[in-house]
């Protein structure tokens, strides 16, 4: 099925330890993007992808490194993860740059615990 | 600053109640609008949007919004509930030429038999 697909589905890490959150889309959509959705607080931009070869910081960047591998793929990368990066975090693309056409598109998240 | 008010965290209906989910922005310029669920365990789906034109937007699952510039709101409406319309429901807004929606903290939708 077409869609947005995140792996893994969850994960436990140490504190200091690093990790690869990967996402894939396959509906040929330009921009891509990472939320982070915690109680209360909705969902906050980490990190987008405008198109291949761009990315650019959103709203909550600290602690974070992303790489757009080519069209398909957008992985969100964690160094030294803390407990404060205990989230939920969404993977999402769109067929264009502004919030035009058919809206985003999510992944079914993937849901990380710093321990 | 742009910004997304969802005042109701979480709203109880009976099963064939109408309901009515607040949404409020905050935007410089004219928006476009977005309402998401979100079932448990599981990602975002769109349930509709509102870009211009006709300011009552049809959507998916029998839902509506309005949006009222005057008063900065994009309420969603459903004239009947069903059980299995139990979740979280997010609006968002975002801008042409902008790279984000911003989205408010959600609406807990509880339905009792």
């Known amino acids: 099925n077409a869609g947005v697909t995140q792996t893994p589905k969850f994960q436990v890490l140490k504190t200091g330890q690093s990790m690869t959150l990967q996402c894939a889309q396959d509906?040929?959509?330009?921009?891509m993007y990472w939320y982070r959705q915690d109680p209360g607080m909705g969902l906050r931009l980490i990190y987008y992808s405008a198109s291949e070869g761009t990315t650019d910081k959103g709203e909550v960047p600290n602690g974070y490194n992303v790489s757009r591998l080519n069209k398909r793929e957008f992985s969100l990368r964690l160094e030294s993860a803390a407990p404060s990066q205990t989230s939920v975090y969404f993977c999402?693309?769109?067929?264009?740059?502004?919030?035009?056409?058919?809206?985003?598109?999510f992944g079914s998240g993937t849901r990380l615990t710093v321990v | 600053a742009q910004s997304v008010t969802q005042p109701d965290i979480h709203i109880t209906v009976s099963e064939g109640a109408s309901l009515e989910l607040r949404c409020n922005y905050s935007?410089?310029?004219?928006?476009?609008l977005f309402w998401y669920v979100q079932s448990p365990g599981q990602g975002l789906q769109l349930l509709l949007k509102y870009f211009s034109g006709d300011t009552l937007v049809q959507g998916i699952k029998g839902f509506e919004a309005e949006f009222k510039r005057s008063q900065s709101s994009f309420n969603l409406r459903k004239p009947s509930v069903h059980w299995s319309d139990a979740a979280e429901y997010f609006c968002a807004v975002g801008q042409t030429g902008a790279n984000n929606l911003f989205f408010g903290t959600g609406t807990r939708l509880t339905v009792i038999p």
């Open positions: 509906m040929n959509h330009n921009s």
């Open positions: 935007y410089g310029a004219t928006p476009y």
């Open positions: 999402a693309s769109s067929e264009v740059r502004e919030p035009t056409g058919r809206g985003y598109t």
